[in-house]
């Protein structure tokens, strides 16, 4: 089958599997604060040394991005900065009495919306306060935020790294003015740089740029441009997104622009395969679904050893035993159990104000879904994963086996009763074949969109 046939084929929607069971199969209500912490618990019992991983999520902006499916409040009030970090430390705080008391911070993320909206002293006085109630190892702890680059200060920069900090992820989107109007993203490319060298003059060692493929007006030469301006910077690290158009999830805040404005299907993926591409040539190893990494990044290291994960923040190179999101829509997860915290600011900081764990939403998994979470990792990591042959007389393989022989029949993927192995046709359909093994979409009716499409 030709590259457009597959295309048409299989560019359905699909969710992007930073977890599974996918968020919108998770129900309100259905865990409990208490149940979560019981789990919490729990997985520390079994493991009296797990290590965490802290999710900080910091929502406001000043302007919104059209492109954004992110989780945020629009504001030039900088009045709410202290209010909410208070609760956030507030949050933490209640989590103590079940940490043990040797539990090990070895990552620390902060993500948005946009962290770099909120002073200095704000930061350090957030930073501060969670180090206070856990011992860290800062030289030991990978801790990384998001910035905007035409929101981020040389005085920003340096107090996070005295912080500890040392990788910041810019986002950047496309340096094409005409893009960038559409999107309400202005920054010109000299912005970036200024930046992205102040970061590499106070001493950060890993810088990530954020790109994005699929806007409205791009082009093969347009985006070129963005590429190859990128590639002079030479961050370490540049992920590599495609837009999800999901306006009916995000209301109004994805129609700064119309439908016919996107590039299409085979015009889009022209756009990832050319910066594919260039990256590679420019000496840039392709990672995952979605990233690329300089040789020796540790982001690299870990996909050559095959130790890549993959959580709600994207690729990372370690997995930890326990992830805890602080703040607003922040999700936790150890591995058994997912918990979502309320998405309104105000309905967060309400509860939070009560004493009581802001969990709106969760997941219990059962061992069917425990399995499936592994296969799925396992493809979006490594793009390959395996099972014992006796666990096909199971009933829900067997139902995958047979979802996976259209794919087998095109070439996506190479299978046989223990192992399957996502073929190099097949990596830019790695979604398509999570979708095979995930339990909750078949024979699931949707009365509405739920995910952007695959390709």
Known sequence: MKPIELIRKYNVPGPRYTSYPTVPFWKENAIKASDWLASLENEQAFNPQSTLGLYVHLPYCESLCTFCGCHKRITKNHAVELPYVESVLQEWALYQPTLQPDTEIVELHLGGGTP??????????????????????????DLSFEAHPNSTTHTQLETLYKLGFRRVSFGIQDYNPVVQKAINRIQTFEQVQLVHQIAKEIGYTSINHDLVYGLPFQDLSGFQMTIEKTIALKPERIALYGYAHVPWVKGTGQRGYDENNLPKDAHKRELYEMAYELL???????????????????????????????????????????????????????????????????????????????????????NEELLIRRHILDLMCHFETQWHSELLKEGFYQQIQERLAPLAKDGLIEIDTTHLRITNTGFAFVRNVCMAFDLDLHGHHFDKPIFSATI
């Open 280 to 366: 590679l040539n420019a000496g840039y190893i392709a990672i995952g679904m979605d990233h690329f990494a300089l040789p020796g990044d540790t982001l690299e290291v870990a996909f050559q050893k095959k130790e890549l994960h993959r959580n709600f923040m994207g690729y990372t190179h370690r997995q930890t035993d326990v992830m805890i999101g602080l703040g607003m829509s922040a999700i936790s997860d150890t591995w058994r159990a997912f918990a979502q915290n309320e998405k309104s600011v105000e309905a967060y900081q309400e509860q939070i104000s009560k004493g009581e764990l802001a969990i709106f939403r969760g997941h219990f998994l059962n």
């Open 116 to 141: 770099t909206f909120f002073s200095p002293e704000t930061l350090t006085k957030l930073i501060e306060g969670i180090f206070q109630l856990k011992n860290i190892n800062r030289e030991k702890c």
